[in-house]
């Protein structure tokens, strides 16, 4: 048993930090603005119409392959609501595909388009599954680093840094937007600049668009409504954000055909189906009025302006982002002893005893380490009362 049990493509990535953080929230009794989940539930009528489903007997064995029809059908309207006037709309019988959460839509659609030795850029900072499921298709990553500008408190693109990292071994760009974890939200121009490279050197794309309703400043934007794009695009939707259900593991991609079909290959051997009775009472989510996600957005934004607040007051580096559920911060202004000079880890690693409030080191998102290094993420989806105590707390600092 010389050999290790893990293989390599897995090795390098161990447990995710949120494990450690969350167990030492519970121990120390903190504030856990670490990880990203609501800590009040989604709409009362939406729980309804799961128990609903649930005795009624539907969704109990096996959903179809491809999602039920009452959500595919929820979904493609979705999509001809706020995206319509954009000239985006899908068939939901051969362009809509039901998974278990964007968690194992970006998983499938990796595994089924990436073969061995392809290169997948990817924007960094990035959403901790990326990596380890573009090694586990064999894929290698590139990132391309947003850099975060001190003066405007906001991240941007370099275009010139994307076209750079293309190369004849580049496959597709994984691209999230509203983006975890910097709040940003790319541009009609920089999104017109990423659909212009894409056509330009045959490259398809992946998009997480998972926060496409909690965008607090500018609009959000679907990449495959780009001149170009829509044959090229798998576009990745999710409940758990969208519904405040995380738990649920609902998600879906919206693509056209050949691309569904490529991606429905790798997800039938992976969960299958899930979720049964949760698909029919999303179906009814999806259909709920404008006002309900105009709610959603709004209360989000409130609760971002609390939290923001707490932590400039608190000495923290603020960018304020324009979408999601997280704050960016830079610890360096609260002084180099206070912020361990700017190293992230150790930092969040002391927060709880010193403030009782627990965060999650941005460097834990990045290739490059050092570009994350004195950059720390907290979580603002939380009731307001919370949120005003954690800022509170970390006024001592
Ligand atoms: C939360 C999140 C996901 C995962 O979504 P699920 O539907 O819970 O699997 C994917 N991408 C990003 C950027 C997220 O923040």
């Known amino acids: 048993m010389d050999r290790p049990l893990l293989n390599h493509r897995l090795a390098a990535f161990g447990t995710t930090i949120f494990a450690e953080m969350s167990a030492l929230a519970q121990r120390t009794g903190s504030i856990n603005l670490g990880q990203g989940f609501p800590d009040t539930d989604g709409p009362e009528e939406v729980r309804e119409a799961a128990v609903r489903a649930l005795r009624d007997g539907r969704g109990n064995q096996y959903p179809p392959g491809p999602g039920v029809p009452e959500l595919r059908a929820a979904v493609a309207a979705h999509q001809q609501r706020f995206y319509g006037h954009l000239g985006l709309s899908y068939d939901p019988d051969t362009e809509v595909l039901v998974t278990a959460g964007a968690t194992e839509a970006i998983a499938a659609s990796l595994l089924a388009l990436l073969e061995p030795g392809d290169e997948v850029i990817a924007l960094e900072p990035y959403y901790d599954s990326y990596a380890a499921c573009i090694a586990m298709a064999g894929g290698r990553r590139v990132p391309v680093t947003l850099r975060p500008s001190a003066e405007t408190g906001t991240y941007h693109l370099d275009l010139d840094e994307l076209r750079d990292a293309i190369t004849d071994d580049t496959r597709l760009i994984l691209l999230n937007t509203p983006h975890n974890p910097t709040g940003t939200v790319l541009s009609r121009d920089e999104l017109a600049a990423v659909a212009a490279l894409a056509v330009e050197r045959d490259l398809l794309v992946i998009t997480d668009e998972v926060y496409e309703h909690l965008v607090f400043e500018g609009e959000h934007l679907p990449l495959a409504s780009f001149p170009?794009?829509?044959?090229?695009?798998?576009?990745?939707?999710?409940?758990g954000k969208t519904f405040s259900f995380t738990g649920w593991k609902v998600g879906w991609v919206t693509a056209a055909p050949a691309l569904i079909t490529a991606v429905r290959s790798a997800k039938q051997f992976l969960t299958y189906v899930s979720a049964g009775p949760f698909q029919y009472a999303v179906a009814e989510a999806l259909a709920l009025p404008d006002s309900y996600f105009t709610g959603l957005r709004d209360d989000l934004r409130a609760k971002r302006d609390i939290l923001a607040a707490g932590l400039a007051d608190a000495g923290f580096g603020v960018y304020r982002p324009a979408g999601t559920y997280f704050i960016t911060t830079d610890i360096r202004?609260?002084?180099?002893?206070?912020?361990?000079?700017g190293d992230g880890f150790a930092f969040c690693r002391s927060l709880p005893e010193r403030a009782g409030v627990v965060a999650i080191p941005n460097a834990v998102f990045y290739d490059h380490q050092d570009q994350g290094a004195p950059f720390v993420r907290f979580a603002f989806c939380k009731s307001v009362s919370v949120l005003e105590e954690a800022a509170g707390r970390l006024k001592r600092l």
């Open 333 to 341: 202004p609260l002084g180099a002893e206070l912020s361990h000079e």
């Open 228 to 239: 170009g794009m829509r044959e090229r695009t798998v576009t990745i939707g999710s409940a």
